[in-house]
């Protein structure tokens, strides 16, 4: 008979502490006035109650919804450059204000702030 005995006090104390920070990214991220969507190797990973007031879609609709997409059909083309050489560039601009169209049709100009957090993941604020 072989036993073999691990301390992995350290990796439960990791795993405590991220769970613990996740908790109090999301409680921030909720009470915010600004809406927040993060993406990921071009997909949604989190968008917080707020974003959904601004667009007018659910939750579900909004993390199936590429970045681009969020846009008006006639800013997509000035939006995709910027992306494209924020992407290039690794030089994330602050600001950007363009025209979106919620899911009601009704129109609304947002001012929005990007955020990249390493290399894939990115996140708007409006």
């Known amino acids: 008979m072989i ?11 990791a795993e405590i502490a991220l769970r613990s ?3 109090k990214f999301c409680l921030m991220a909720e009470n915010l006035q600004d809406g927040i969507i993060g993406y990921e190797n071009g997909c ?6 707020r ?8 939750h579900d609709e909004l993390l199936s919804i590429k970045p681009l997409d969020l846009a008006a059909p006639e800013e997509r083309d000035r939006i995709k ?3 494209d050489e924020c992407l290039i560039s ?8 363009f025209w979106i169209i919620r899911k ?8 929005n ?14």
């Open 3 to 13: 036993i073999i005995l691990e301390d992995i006090i350290a990796k439960k104390t």
């Open 21 to 23: 920070s996740d908790e």
């Open 44 to 49: 949604a990973i989190y968008a917080n109650s």
């Open 51 to 58: 974003i959904e007031e601004i667009f007018g879609s659910s």
């Open 81 to 83: 450059k910027i992306i």
């Open 90 to 97: 690794r030089n994330v601009p602050s600001d950007i204000r």
């Open 104 to 111: 009601d049709g009704t129109r609304r100009y947002i001012h």
């Open 113 to 126: 702030r990007i955020t990249s957090v390493g290399q894939k993941t990115q996140f708007y604020g409006m």
